[in-house]
Structures are given as C-alpha cells and as structure tokens.
C-alpha cells in the first residue's frame, strides 16, 4: 500500500528557492512529482532543482515575483505547457523582521504582509482556480509559523501575516471542498532558516527551549512527511482546513 505515490503529479513550489521550501519539494520530487520551483530570480532555485535531479526527480526552476499575480499566472500557462496542469500548490515565501512595534513603518508593514500573505492570496487564485476549474482535485498547502496562534514577540507583522494565512487556509478549504481541493497548513517551529536567524539571539534562544518540550530545533528534513502527507490525496484525502503542527511541542506548552 503506497499512500504517498506522487506519480503523474505536478507540484508548483512558491518559494523553492528558500531553505524550507527547498527541502520540502524535494521530498514531493522524491515521491514522484514533477516539480515547478519559484524564486525572485531563477538562479536561486536552480540549487534545489540541481539536487533534485540529481536524485532522478524531475524539476524546473522559474523566475516569479510572489506578489505578482501577472507572474504567476504566466507560472501557470508554463507549467501547464510542461505537465499539462498543476495537482499541488505549496506556499512558501517569507519575509521577517524585529523591528519593535512602535517602530514599525508603513513600508516594512506592506512589505511582510505582501510577502506571506498576499502572495497567497494571488497564488491560491490563480492555482485554486485552476484546480476548481479541471475537476480533478488538488492540494494546496501553505506554510504558517507557531507565531500565528502563539504571538512572538519582536515580531509583530509576521506574527499577524502568518494569522492571515490560518484564515485564509480555513476558508478556502470550506470555498474549494466541493471541487476536492483540499486546502491545509504546516505550522512549522523554530527550524534556523533564513528568515528567523535575525532574532535567535542567546536569550531568544534560552527561552525558545524553555517553551519546547523537545528541546532542540526542527531540521528542515522534518518536514518533508508533512508535505508529502498533506500533497497526497491517498494519505490525506479527507483532510481539508487543518493546521498540521510541526513544532516540538511548541504549540502545546502553557507554563
């Protein structure tokens, strides 16, 4: 019983230029699907397609603007031009800062939340559609943080972008059932990507491990069975709005 054969479908990474993007398609690679990777510019995505056919998966790499809706429906048409169609979505740009809130400038504010929550607002449009409009199912998965039911502090505007995409991720599971497309999120914790190095100070840290059960940090490669899991419409196919937690026990500590 294979529940995670990917065989035959196509994956559209937003992001898989980034570290936790990156490893997560290749894991939807390795399972089978031919898979479309996005970065600001192309050849920041060409490292994870390298290691991806390197491993026999197939892959292509594409130069996106996430907030961009023209870019990502020109995405599509050449995806589509490639596989035929799109099966599975996956969200993951990111954008952080620490800066204190009474600091926070309109800019930077616009800038976090274009970055992790309009562009899946756009990307759940333009691939959503899609997928409502073929008739055949699909998976969108996007990538959330413990910030957004747990606000962190120093990090005021993700905390409330990653809250977007938690509504967003229930609505659009209620908006897309009838045409089986399952929407659903990965709540990661504290894995050391790029986009949260800037506030894993000592004491950040100290208090991080106090709050985690486990007591370490996530490796990336922990969240690959996640992706895997919540693409395949075998292993999941009944699963639609949930927040799947990744994150040692993070989400489960009070005091």
């Known amino acids: 019983m294979n529940l995670f054969d990917l065989k035959g479908k196509t994956a559209v990474v937003i992001g898989g230029s ?11 690679a390795a399972y089978g699907a031919n898979v479309a990777l996005t970065g600001r510019k192309v050849k920041n995505a060409e490292p994870v397609q390298s290691r991806i056919e390197a491993a026999g998966g197939q892959a292509r790499s594409y130069a996106v603007e996430a907030t961009s809706k023209q870019d990502l429906e020109r995405l599509l048409q050449e995806v589509m031009a490639w596989t035929g169609g799109v099966d599975v979505l996956l969200n993951c740009p990111g954008v952080n800062s620490v800066t204190p809130f009474f600091d926070i400038e309109e800019a930077e504010w616009d800038r976090i939340i274009n970055v992790n929550a309009k562009s899946v607002l756009l990307a759940c449009q333009v691939f959503g559609k899609h997928m409502v409009d073929r008739g055949l ?5 996007n990538l959330s943080s413990v910030s957004s039911t747990l606000p962190l502090s120093r990090v005021f505007t993700y905390s409330v972008s990653k809250a977007a995409v938690n509504n967003m991720t229930q609505f659009l599971a209620r908006e897309f059932a009838p045409a089986r497309v399952r929407v659903n999120a990965i709540i990661p914790g504290f894995f050391p990507a790029v986009q949260n190095r800037a506030i894993l100070s000592e004491e950040r840290v100290s208090s991080i491990m106090a709050h ?14 996640a992706a895997v899991y919540l693409a395949s419409e075998k292993a999941s196919g009944f699963v639609t709005g949930s927040l799947l937690r990744v994150d040692g026990g993070f989400g489960a500590m009070t005091i």
């Open 18 to 28: 980034s570290t936790l993007g990156g490893v997560m398609a290749e894991a939807l």
């Open 137 to 141: 199912g699909g998976s969108i998965v």
């Open 212 to 225: 985690t059960p486990m007591k370490r940090f996530g490796d990336p490669s922990e969240l690959q069975g």
